[in-house]
């Protein structure tokens, strides 16, 4: 499955909010630096959707706010 997720990062908290199908706002504790921000949506998301994060992958966007996540 994939998704869109806009991600903003040094939030107060770390959520995740459905914006629509397939698309999704999350927020996260982290900057975004050196991928801290990447490694902590891979977390809250894994979480989130209840598999392991090695199911959860930034396919697209890395270095952007809006990505495109590959759940498996």
Do not use: C, Q, W
Request: charged share 30%; glycine share 6%.
């Amino acid at each position: 499955m994939r998704i869109y997720v806009k991600v903003s990062p040094r939030s107060s908290k770390n959520e995740v909010i459905k914006t629509a199908e397939g698309e999704y706002k999350v927020r996260l504790t982290a900057p975004p630096v050196d991928g801290e921000a990447n490694a902590m949506l891979v977390k809250i998301l894994a979480e989130h959707f209840g598999v392991s994060k090695s199911s959860v992958a930034v396919i697209g966007g890395k270095s952007a706010r809006t990505k495109i996540i590959e759940i498996k």
